[in-house]
């Protein structure tokens, strides 16, 4: 079974539109992590943010906000005012202490901000 | 700056040939770790190493070796490459202990099995 689901497998938007990628996990652990990823079309893997179980709290960083949701086993991603520079692929992933904090990655979604 | 590199970029081989990929960090972290990435499979775990001498399989690891002789490097080997092999390989590494903390990735390598 897929433990990182993301459904949408590609979005467009036009640029300075907001844009949710969606994450859904699956997982019977207490202790775990979570984790997004972007990949630009330059194809290397750039770390955006770590969440632990423990901590709901949303997280802003700049145009970038996480909404992580225990209830739902959510983490979801909003781009505030799109930019083509966002366009890229975003994965979202994983860690369990029960499997050895072993990373598991979804499909990954596949943005395109169109200007 | 510390930083994780792979080497070659690229490589086209045939098939059943040997092909190692190599893996070098300088964050002297204890965890690396070696993923494919292919179209509709994200990135799936290959093999992973917790320190020098231990190695584990990750969930996809049939056909795929690696060896940890020191902290910095993980090369990864396969024995005899097979079409199915055609992927782009990356490395990653990770500080602390058992792999919980964030994953810092090299820049890929295209492996084509002709």
């Known amino acids: 079974a897929q433990k990182v689901t993301q459904a949408q497998t590609e979005i467009s938007v036009v640029e300075k539109e907001d844009v949710t990628l969606d994450c859904v996990y699956e997982t019977r652990d207490t202790t775990y992590y979570l984790f997004w990823y972007k990949q630009p079309p330059s194809g290397e893997l750039v770390f955006l943010i770590r969440r632990n179980s423990f901590d709901e709290q949303n997280e802003i960083s700049g145009r970038y906000s996480w909404n992580f949701q225990k209830s739902t086993s959510s983490f979801n991603f909003t781009i505030t005012a799109s930019q083509v520079v966002d366009s890229a692929v975003y994965f979202c992933?994983?860690?369990?202490?029960?499997?050895?904090?072993?990373?598991?990655f979804g499909t990954g979604t596949s943005l395109t901000v169109i200007p | 700056d510390a930083e994780i590199t792979q080497s070659p970029r690229h490589k086209i081989t045939e098939t059943g040939r040997q092909v190692t990929l190599a893996c070098h960090q300088t964050?002297?972290?204890?965890?690396m770790f070696w993923y494919r990435q292919d179209l509709g499979h994200g990135l799936r775990l290959i093999h992973y190493s917790y320190g020098v001498q231990d190695t584990n399989k990750g969930e996809v690891s049939d056909g795929y070796s690696v060896s940890r002789s020191n902290t910095e490097d993980l090369p990864l080997t396969l024995e005899s490459a097979a079409s199915s092999q055609t992927s782009v390989y990356f490395c990653?590494?990770?500080?602390?202990?058992?792999?919980?903390?964030?994953?810092?990735f090299g820049p890929g390598t295209r492996l084509t099995v002709l």
């Open positions: 992933a994983l860690s369990e202490v029960v499997t050895g904090n072993q990373f598991y």
């Open positions: 990653a590494s990770s500080g602390g202990n058992g792999g919980a903390d964030t994953q810092y």
């Open positions: 964050w002297n972290h204890n965890n």
